[in-house]
């Protein structure tokens, strides 16, 4: 795992310098080593964090053995080692290193491009053709490892995370008003915007090829794609290809030249990773939980139970609201740009404590998306219901004469046929602004650029999707990479501690997109062959409890420890001075939220994550 840097200018745009302080600014990335490559036209820069091959004949950036090509990469590939055998056998390729990236680059040498459908793991991996003056940059399949870049036309420029480019000075930072809105209605800014119009995120699954002649981008993967015409209903088969998949992805993920442990919530997801990984690791396993003052949003003891039953040496941190206040500023400072995601606090502090004892983590992000573990997917459902559709105007007038959690649910029903209702959908069970909302609260230049915000190309010409698979299309695509993904590398990476997501191998992610949605949600039971295959490992009555988010009692802490925040970035003086968004509008969610409506927490933590980035940056 590491953070990477470069540039590629025929002109020169760039300089040595340069360079220099953009991968410097990723050293958290990569605590243990840097380096760095320059030509007349190419620049690369790499921050080591040492994993696989701790030797210095690991070390970025990497030269093939023909010494013609180049390389940067972050990230883990697990089947390196087949990859490396294949070549032994097939090219006599020798190895200088035991490490995944000179398998990686040697792989590159034989196949080109094509090489990355070889790779199974989390990656951002970054080429240069000496003798084509070409570059090749590749982001793993469903957007693990980030990857921004600047593009005018001529010059190129690259990095692991956004502060990077912000070194190059000649680099213009005019806000994106898309992304504005995008952030308001999701709470985070999805590829291949940024904040910034003239810096991209690279869309996952995708590759660019950069030369003198321009840039080339094509996607390599995509989730879509994979979509076949017939699903598997067989639930005996289904059951053990998942299970053989799961403890496949996992022993590939336990692979690791230095200590390693899993994030333990308590919840399904992490339950299995632990079990899975406890049943593979020759050593005891360590694990890391986050608890809270508050009981309502404490699962620490369901995580304690579940360790002492796989005997795992487990670690806890119960959180103050002290603690988020400590990491306010931290927490601004990683994500770069406007990141909604209240939970990335807990994560950045269960991080610190892993970091203590453990160089990698095993995480259960993925699980919710790929067999149904949210409620959206049941509204889905619903609101695909034809009198319901029908009648939506009066139900949700009906919802919202009763208390807030009849309040927060009329709103799932206000959407107009033009609202793409997936993100809307998503945008309300994350308490946030529906596409309406925006309409009243954005300024006219934020709220003209909204109208593309979501306009979702055909899911499938291969079978006719549910509303609950469309949905859970639109996390995986969406919701995963740029919010639960983003957030994971971003606090993890913060401490140089690498995080792996064994239910994002792309073998189960192809096969949970084919599972019927019948061994998803059977019985009235979420996640149902998943935790057919957790029982196996876990008693079901550790798990016979509501389900429970991974989140910060915000709402409490707005009204009380964090208020000086609502004070400090939504007063009128601020939310004028930028312009963005209507002053008499925010006067109003403020009102109501004080006034008993609890259910806008949310999206007062938006209008204050927004104006507090405009006041750093802006």
Same mark, same amino acid.
């Given at each position: 795992? @590491?953070?990477?840097?470069?540039? !590629?200018?025929?002109?020169?745009? !760039?300089?040595? *310098?340069?360079l220099q302080?953009m991968?410097?600014s990723?050293?958290?990335?990569?605590?243990n080593?840097?380096g760095y490559?320059?030509?007349?036209?190419?620049?690369?820069?790499?921050?080591?964090?040492?994993?696989?091959?701790l030797s210095?004949?690991?070390?970025?950036?990497?030269?093939s053995?023909?010494?013609?090509?180049?390389?940067?990469?972050?990230?883990?590939? &697990?089947?390196?080692?087949?990859?490396?055998?294949?070549?032994?056998l097939?090219?006599?390729?020798?190895?200088?290193?035991?490490?995944d990236?000179?398998?990686?680059?040697?792989?590159?040498?034989?196949?080109?491009?094509?090489?990355?459908?070889?790779?199974?793991?989390?990656?951002?991996?970054?080429i240069?053709?000496?003798?084509?003056?070409?570059l090749?940059? @590749?982001?793993?399949?469903?957007g693990?490892?980030?990857? &921004?870049?600047?593009?005018?036309?001529t010059?190129?420029?690259?990095?692991?995370?956004?502060?990077a480019?912000?070194?190059?000075?000649?680099?213009p930072?005019e806000?994106n008003?898309?992304?504005?809105?995008?952030?308001?209605?999701?709470?985070?800014?999805?590829?291949?915007?940024s904040?910034?119009?003239?810096?991209y995120?690279?869309?996952?699954?995708?590759?660019?090829q950069?030369s003198?002649?321009g840039?080339?981008?094509?996607?390599?993967?995509?989730?879509?794609?994979k979509i076949?015409?017939d699903?598997?209903?067989n639930?005996?088969?289904?059951?053990?290809l998942?299970?053989?998949?799961?403890?496949?992805?996992?022993?590939y993920q336990?692979?690791?030249?230095? *200590?390693?442990?899993?994030?333990?919530?308590?919840?399904?997801?992490?339950s299995?990773?632990t079990?899975?990984? @406890?049943n593979?690791?020759n050593?005891?396993?360590?694990?890391?939980?986050?608890?809270?003052d508050?009981?309502?949003?404490?699962?620490?003891?369901?995580?304690k139970?579940?360790a002492? &039953?796989?005997g795992?040496?487990?670690?806890e941190?119960?959180?103050?609201y002290?603690?988020a206040?400590?990491?306010i500023?931290d927490?601004?400072?990683? /994500?770069?740009? *406007?990141f909604g995601?209240?939970?990335?606090?807990?994560t950045m502090?269960v991080?610190?404590?892993a970091k203590? /004892?453990v160089t990698v983590?095993?995480?259960?992000?993925g699980?919710?998306e790929?067999f149904?573990g949210y409620? #959206?997917?049941?509204w889905?459902?619903?609101?695909?219901?034809?009198?319901?559709?029908?009648a939506?105007? *009066?139900i949700?007038?009906?919802?919202?004469?009763?208390?807030?959690r &009849?309040?927060?649910?009329?709103k799932?029903?206000e959407y107009?046929?033009?609202?793409?209702?997936?993100?809307h959908? !998503?945008?309300q069970?994350?308490?946030?602004?529906?596409?309406?909302?925006?309409? #009243?609260?954005?300024?006219k230049?934020?709220n003209d650029?909204k109208?593309?915000i979501?306009s979702?190309?055909a899911l499938?010409?291969?079978r006719s999707?549910?509303?609950?698979?469309?949905?859970?299309?639109f996390?995986?695509?969406y919701?995963l990479?740029?919010?639960?993904?983003?957030?994971?590398?971003?606090?993890?990476?913060?401490?140089?501690l690498?995080?792996?997501?064994?239910?994002?191998?792309?073998?189960?992610?192809?096969?949970?997109?084919?599972?019927?949605p019948n061994l998803?949600?059977?019985?009235g039971?979420?996640?149902?062959?998943?935790?057919e295959?957790l029982f196996q490992y876990?008693?079901?009555?550790?798990?016979?409890?509501?389900k429970?988010?991974f989140?910060?009692?915000?709402e409490?802490?707005l009204?009380?420890?964090?208020?000086f925040?609502i004070?400090? !970035?939504l007063?009128?003086?601020i939310?004028?001075?930028?312009g963005v968004?209507?002053?008499?509008?925010?006067?109003?969610?403020?009102?109501?939220?004080?006034?008993g409506?609890?259910?806008? /927490?949310?999206?007062i933590?938006?209008?204050i994550?927004?104006?507090?980035?405009?006041?750093?940056?802006?």
């Amino acid at each position: 795992m @590491c953070g990477i840097a470069g540039f !590629f200018s025929v002109s020169q745009r !760039f300089s040595e *310098p340069e360079l220099q302080v953009m991968t410097d600014s990723l050293a958290h990335r990569g605590p243990n080593a840097s380096g760095y490559f320059r030509d007349a036209i190419v620049g690369l820069g790499h921050r080591r964090l040492s994993v696989i091959d701790l030797s210095d004949n690991a070390s970025q950036p990497m030269h093939s053995a023909d010494k013609r090509y180049v390389m940067v990469y972050n990230g883990e590939v &697990y089947n390196y080692r087949e990859i490396a055998t294949e070549l032994k056998l097939k090219y006599k390729t020798n190895f200088r290193s035991a490490s995944d990236s000179e398998a990686i680059l040697e792989a590159y040498v034989q196949y080109g491009p094509e090489f990355v459908q070889k790779l199974n793991g989390m990656f951002a991996i970054v080429i240069y053709d000496k003798l084509k003056n070409e570059l090749f940059i @590749c982001r793993d399949r469903l957007g693990i490892k980030p990857l &921004y870049y600047y593009w005018d036309g001529t010059n190129f420029a690259f990095a692991s995370e956004l502060k990077a480019l912000k070194k190059l000075t000649s680099i213009p930072l005019e806000i994106n008003e898309l992304a504005i809105s995008q952030f308001l209605h999701l709470g985070f800014i999805p590829a291949p915007n940024s904040i910034y119009k003239s810096i991209y995120k690279l869309e996952a699954g995708s590759m660019l090829q950069i030369s003198k002649n321009g840039l080339d981008h094509q996607k390599f993967w995509s989730v879509k794609s994979k979509i076949t015409r017939d699903v598997i209903t067989n639930e005996k088969k289904a059951l053990v290809l998942l299970s053989d998949l799961m403890m496949s992805s996992i022993q590939y993920q336990l692979k690791s030249d230095v *200590p390693f442990g899993v994030f333990l919530s308590g919840g399904i997801d992490s339950s299995l990773v632990t079990a899975q990984a @406890c049943n593979l690791s020759n050593v005891k396993v360590n694990t890391f939980s986050i608890g809270f003052d508050e009981n309502r949003f404490n699962e620490s003891d369901y995580a304690k139970a579940i360790a002492k &039953y796989l005997g795992t040496s487990h670690h806890e941190f119960i959180v103050h609201y002290s603690d988020a206040m400590n990491l306010i500023d931290d927490v601004f400072e990683a /994500y770069d740009e *406007p990141f909604g995601d209240s939970s990335a606090i807990p994560t950045m502090l269960v991080s610190k404590l892993a970091k203590q /004892y453990v160089t990698v983590t095993l995480s259960g992000e993925g699980g919710d998306e790929l067999f149904f573990g949210y409620g #959206a997917y049941k509204w889905a459902n619903r609101l695909n219901n034809i009198f319901l559709k029908t009648a939506r105007e *009066p139900i949700s007038k009906v919802l919202a004469s009763f208390n807030n959690r &009849y309040r927060r649910a009329s709103k799932l029903f206000e959407y107009s046929k033009s609202d793409n209702i997936n993100s809307h959908i !998503f945008s309300q069970e994350q308490y946030l602004f529906s596409n309406q909302e925006l309409d #009243a609260l954005l300024e006219k230049k934020y709220n003209d650029a909204k109208s593309d915000i979501f306009s979702l190309a055909a899911l499938s010409d291969k079978r006719s999707l549910r509303a609950n698979e469309k949905q859970a299309l639109f996390d995986i695509e969406y919701y995963l990479p740029y919010d639960l993904l983003t957030k994971v590398d971003r606090a993890s990476m913060r401490y140089s501690l690498e995080t792996r997501v064994p239910y994002l191998d792309h073998r189960i992610v192809e096969f949970a997109l084919n599972l019927s949605p019948n061994l998803k949600h059977k019985n009235g039971v979420s996640k149902y062959l998943l935790k057919e295959i957790l029982f196996q490992y876990v008693p079901e009555s550790y798990f016979n409890r509501p389900k429970q988010g991974f989140a910060i009692p915000l709402e409490k802490w707005l009204k009380n420890e964090l208020s000086f925040l609502i004070h400090d !970035f939504l007063n009128e003086k601020i939310v004028s001075h930028y312009g963005v968004v209507k002053y008499e509008e925010v006067d109003r969610l403020k009102k109501m939220f004080h006034s008993g409506h609890d259910y806008l /927490y949310n999206r007062i933590w938006l209008l204050i994550v927004l104006h507090k980035w405009l006041v750093k940056n802006a």
